[in-house]
Structures are given as structure tokens and as C-alpha cells.
């Protein structure tokens, strides 16, 4: 999909463009309307030798941002949307859209303590951007966001604002904002940097030594996809010659809309991460480029 901007025509939404699907596709919005009733769930473990081995070679040359296997991750989702359109859609008031941009997104901790306050943190891919590039935005980000325990402007703060409402203006305040969601009219202060509102929005469950666990998907918003990531740890491999061998290995879990694709495409979709995972030399290629691989 291109990444320029369109010119929008009737139907369309700010945030996305207004897809024509064929037969069942096309009433399965009406038939299922909300997004937590239609969820399909995958879950794979996936060899990251070769990954971390492009990681501890990237690192080795003194570099201040250090790369880490979540950066990779993350940047492989997003050029597997890139390549894979349909992961880029979302059904809302009944109809199917697809977003004019890639973006991803992911909760930070200010900090490692129980009480610790929550970061949200989004990114859109530039069509230029390389891993290198990438994960230095990712690291500037999270870096300035700890800055401070507290917020600091953006959706966090919008959200505080909120929450400092007493209950009885709350209430009618949020059912407000779920009309104007469902037509996708809610202001930009509400939507831009909303992991809600990301095309995937991904949870690092490693980073606490917890296993990739399921997570739900949320009716408020347009994200279809949400990816836990856990724990790395070793485990034996059948190799393509039948060799068995110790590799390092981590468990994804993925829960999709499926209303927005079948599960051959999910299937396929899944096949291309893998695949960057054994050849991640790929991901010094700019955003744009394709990867190269072929479904036979």
C-alpha cells in the first residue's frame, strides 16, 4: 500500500478509506458488529537464532542506541503490514476501511516498580527508515519519555484529564466520545497516539519474563491486531535436514478481527515474520523496498 496521501471521496474516514468487499465480507460487520465477538487467535513459537545473532553483530560496532530483539520485532510487523495490505483494516459503523498509514504501537513503563505510571507510545514507519534508523526513534522516544515519572503532553495527558472528572460528568462524557468513534468523527486530541488507534498494537511480556499470553481486542478504536511477544528461551528445533538442534526461540501470540481477512492470509502473513526473523539482513533495507519473498 502506498503510503502517500489520498484524495478522499464519500464514505471515507480521517483515518482511513472506504474498502468495497465482496458477498459474506461485506454483512459480516452487520451480522458481528463488535470487534471482541470476532476474534481469532494464533500462537507460534519462532526460531530468533539467526536474529539475535544480526542483533549482537549490530552492536558490536560501539553504537550508543543499542538494538534490541523488540526493535526488530516490532519493525518486522510493520513491514509485514506493508506487504500484506489486509492487516491494515478495520471494520467500524458496519463497514471495512483501510488506513492510509502503517503505524505501531506499545505501552512503556516509566518505570520497573508495581506503582510505576504507563507510557503510551506509537510510531509510523517512514517509507526512508532502515532498523538502524528505526530503533533510534523508538530508544529517543522511550528515553525522553522517562524523563519524568509523570505525564508530559500527548494522549497520557489528555487521558489524565479525564480521569480527574468526577464520575457523574465522566459517564456521559465517554458515551459521547463511543458515538463519535463509531462514526469517526472523534477530535485528533482523542485518536492521534492512541495505541487504539494504531494499525497493531504490540505487548513486550518478555521484557517481564512472562510468557506470550492472550490479549483481548478492544471495541473502542480501530486496532485489529494485537501481538504479546514473550519470553525468549531455548528450545530443541527440527532443522529442514532432521537434524534437532538447540535454537533460541520466542512464543507469539497474535488475536486478530478476522472479520478483516481469512485465515490463509493471517496464515501467510505470519510465514513472511518468520521468514525476516531467519534472514534479518532484510531489515537493513528501507521501508519501501520489498523483502523479497514469495509465497510458493
Known amino acids: 500500500m502506498s503510503e502517500t496521501k489520498r484524495k478522499k471521496k464519500w464514505g471515507d474516514r480521517r483515518d482511513g478509506r472506504l474498502v468495497k468487499t465482496p458477498g459474506l465480507q461485506a454483512v459480516m460487520g452487520y451480522i458481528i458488529p463488535k470487534r471482541t465477538e470476532c476474534e481469532v487467535y494464533l500462537n507460534d513459537t519462532v526460531d530468533i537464532t539467526e536474529l539475535l545473532k544480526y542483533i549482537e553483530k549490530k552492536n558490536s560496532d560501539g553504537r550508543s542506541e543499542k538494538l534490541t530483539l523488540f526493535h526488530c520485532m516490532v519493525f518486522s510487523l510493520a513491514r509485514m503490514v506493508k506487504e500484506r495490505p489486509l492487516m491494515n483494516r478495520f471494520i467500524q459503523a458496519y463497514r471495512t476501511y483501510e488506513r492510509d498509514e502503517i503505524s505501531i504501537s506499545f505501552v512503556a513503563r516509566r518505570r520497573f516498580k508495581d506503582d510505576a505510571e504507563e507510557a503510551l507510545m506509537f510510531f509510523i514507519p517512514k517509507e526512508e527508515d532502515t532498523i538502524d534508523s528505526f530503533s533510534k526513534g523508538i530508544v529517543g522516544e522511550i528515553a525522553e ?79 485489529s491486531i494485537m501481538v504479546a511477544v514473550g519470553e525468549m ?15 533460541d526461540v520466542v512464543d507469539i501470540g497474535a488475536t486478530l478481527d478476522e472479520r478483516i481477512a481469512d485465515g490463509f492470509y493471517f496464515a501467510r502473513s505470519l510465514k513472511l515474520v518468520k521468514y525476516l526473523f531467519a534472514h534479518p539482513e532484510l531489515l537493513d533495507k528501507t521501508f519501501s523496498e520489498h523483502s523479497g519473498y514469495t509465497y510458493e
Do not use: Q
Request: aromatic content about 6%.
Open 145 to 223: 519519555t522517562r524523563k519524568s515519572e509523570h505525564s508530559t503532553g500527548g494522549i497520557d495527558e489528555v487521558i489524565d484529564k479525564f480521569a480527574a472528572l468526577p464520575r457523574l460528568v465522566l459517564i456521559p462524557v465517554m458515551r459521547l466520545i463511543r458515538i463519535l468513534d463509531f462514526w469517526g468523527i472523534n477530535p485528533k486530541v482523542l485518536t492521534d497516539g492512541d495505541p487504539n488507534y494504531s494499525t497493531i498494537l504490540v505487548t513486550n511480556l518478555g521484557s517481564v519474563h512472562c510468557p506470550a499470553v492472550y490479549h483481548h481486542l478492544n471495541n473502542y478504536g480501530t486496532c
Open 233 to 247: 528461551h531455548k528450545e530443541e528445533i527440527i532443522m529442514e535436514d532432521g537434524r534437532k538442534e538447540l535454537r
